[in-house]
């Protein structure tokens, strides 16, 4: 069978990282990094998210801050909301957690956030940065993934192929250009791509970020390829509430060289990337090196 990989090991690698870089920053700048957290609503999937986020924060030596606004806000105070935190100095990075209520304009709010202290890596600016092959901050999912395949493949994807199902700017854009930029040869296919089965069979490296339970079968994956599956689908089996993939584990690990499991696998990185963006943003916004191994 396949190897596993490990995200909930890899991300604590991340975590441990940061930490040593964050205490260091904590030492110059005489305070610890410090990450915003802007939370519009109650929606209880949302409210545990951030409690996770500012629970690990703390864990890894940083602190954060939390801004609580009510569903009925209007856009006007969510503006003024991101635009004090842009200029508050003691705030490193900003996150605006999604969704926002649907009266808001979420294209207007991630634009206004200042992009050296954009840790989820969505403003025009930080994809422009992506795609322009420029120091940014990158989004936090399609980072991790990127932790994950290196961990296997290493630093150097020269002579590689990928394949990245889904285009979403969330998720599957950043992690094509990430692939790219790392010297693999990628195909970028989505929902209306021709004969999927067969694209994903050439590839060295194949990424599912779709959102369709158990998509990708095992006759999909070519023998001794790696897969990095991103998807996370909730849903009932034997009258029980599960998570599983966008892949059928069970089929990919007879035949990959190697696969993340859900849970367990790119979802731990996303909030392991997001506190390594928050170090790097103090860090960048400071002028102080950033440790070459983070
Ligand atoms: P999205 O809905 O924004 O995008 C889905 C993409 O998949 C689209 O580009 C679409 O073209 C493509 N697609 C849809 N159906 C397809 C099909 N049948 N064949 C090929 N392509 C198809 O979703 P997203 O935000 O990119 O998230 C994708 C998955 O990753 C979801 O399951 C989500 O829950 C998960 N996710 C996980 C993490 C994490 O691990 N922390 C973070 C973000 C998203």
């Excluded at 940061?18 to 005489?30: H, T």
């Excluded at 050439?202 to 390829?225: F, M, N, Q, T, Y």
Aim: with cysteine; proline share 7%.
């Amino acid at each position: 069978g396949a190897r596993l990989i490990d995200g909930k090991a890899q991300a604590a690698i991340v975590r441990a990282k940061v930490k040593v870089a964050a205490g260091e920053l904590a030492a110059r700048l005489g305070r610890p990094p410090c990450l915003a957290v802007v939370l519009v609503g109650a929606d209880p999937a949302s409210e545990v998210y951030v409690r996770n986020k500012v629970k690990l924060t703390k864990a890894v030596g940083m602190t954060s801050i939390e801004r609580r606004l009510p569903e009925t806000i209007d856009q006007a105070t969510l503006d003024a909301t991101l635009t004090d935190l842009n200029e508050n100095e003691e705030v490193d990075g900003i996150l605006l957690q999604m969704p926002i209520p649907a009266h808001l304009d979420t294209d207007r709010a991630l634009s206004l956030i200042d992009p050296a202290k954009d840790v989820d890596g969505l403003t025009p600016i930080s994809a422009g940065a992506l795609v322009l092959g420029r120091a940014g901050l990158v989004p936090c999912t399609p980072q991790g993934a990127m932790i994950l395949i290196q961990s296997v493949l290493g630093p150097d994807l020269s002579g590689r192929t990928a394949i990245v199902l889904g285009r979403s700017i969330l998720v599957g854009k950043p992690l094509s250009l990430l692939l790219q930029s790392a010297n693999a040869t990628v195909t970028m296919a989505h929902s209306r791509s021709p004969d999927l089965p067969a694209l994903c069979r050439s590839a060295d490296i194949l990424c599912a970020a779709v959102g369709r339970p158990e998509l990708v079968r095992g006759d999909w994956i070519k023998p001794g390829a790696v897969v990095i599956d991103v998807g996370i689908n909730r849903v009932i089996e034997e009258g029980r509430p599960r998570l599983i993939g966008d892949v059928a584990f069970g089929e990919a690990e007879s035949v990959a060289d190697a696969v993340t499991p859900v849970p367990g696998g790119v979802g731990p990185m996303t909030i392991a990337c997001l506190l390594r963006n928050t170090v790097l943003a103090a860090a960048r916004q400071a002028g102080e090196a950033i440790p070459h191994d983070l």
